[in-house]
């Protein structure tokens, strides 16, 4: 079955500062993936996603990249703030299922 | 009110009762999923479901039970509730589609003592 790691539980960053959240997933079947972020005391909530046949996706201070070769993701979040601190969670999904399957996550602390 | 909502928030039981955790969408959509979240694990997958009348099992689905007989309800029922079940559980639900995310609800604690 797919396992999703993280390579770093905490993340303490200061603000304004770029963070780099990484994950590596083992299906190489997963073709879409999708990062959530949970603040303390609420649900995971979506922050961006990305298709298989994409390499980089940009939101708003936010980018993720899939490197399949590897299967290995990255979230970055540019000019860090307070409020991004939270826990980070990689959801890799294997085509033709809805499953979504998480890894321990991330916690990212951002310092003022 | 639009969106996903579980119910109760917080529940504490005892060894051995039964438990029944609710979760109500109103975007109607196919998949509903629950998941329970410990410390270390992440969150890890209950039981889903694809449709009304159709669930399937996830990763660590012993010791509870789930129906589905209208798309927008999804309870999750804990027959006899033990310690080892004290988590926070997640509802979420997600349209059909190559490429759709869930959306999750805010989470049950459950205390089992």
């Known amino acids: 079955g797919e396992s999703v790691g993280l390579h770093l539980p905490t993340l303490s960053v200061q603000e304004g500062d770029n963070s780099i959240i990484n994950c590596a997933y083992s299906?190489?079947?997963?073709?879409?993936f999708i990062w959530y972020k949970q603040e303390s005391g609420k649900g995971p909530q979506f922050i961006i996603d990305?298709?298989?046949?994409?390499d980089k996706r940009q939101g708003q201070r936010v980018t993720v990249l899939l490197n399949k070769t590897v299967k290995h993701l990255s979230l970055q979040i540019a000019a860090t703030q307070p409020g991004d601190s939270a826990v980070y969670f990689c959801a890799p999904r294997q085509a033709g299922f809805q499953k979504l399957v998480f890894g321990t996550g991330t916690r990212l602390l951002v310092s003022p | 009110d639009a969106g996903i909502t579980q119910s109760p928030r917080y529940k504490i039981t005892e060894t051995g009762r039964q438990v029944t955790l609710m979760c109500h969408q109103t975007?109607?959509?196919?998949?509903m999923f629950w998941y329970r979240q410990d410390l270390g694990h992440g969150l890890r997958l209950i039981y889903y479901?694809?449709?009304?009348?159709?669930?399937d099992k996830g990763e660590v689905p012993d010791g509870y039970v789930v129906s589905r007989s209208k798309t927008e309800n999804f309870p999750l029922t804990l027959e006899s509730a033990t310690r080892s079940q004290t988590s926070v559980y997640f509802c979420?639900?997600?349209?059909?589609?190559?490429?759709?995310?869930?959306?999750f609800g805010q989470g049950t604690r459950l205390t089992v003592v």
């Open positions: 975007w109607s959509h196919s998949y």
């Open positions: 979420a639900s997600s349209a059909t589609g190559t490429n759709t995310e869930a959306f």
């Open positions: 990305i298709r298989s046949n994409m």
């Open positions: 299906n190489s079947a997963s073709d879409y």
């Open positions: 479901s694809a449709a009304a009348d159709i669930t």
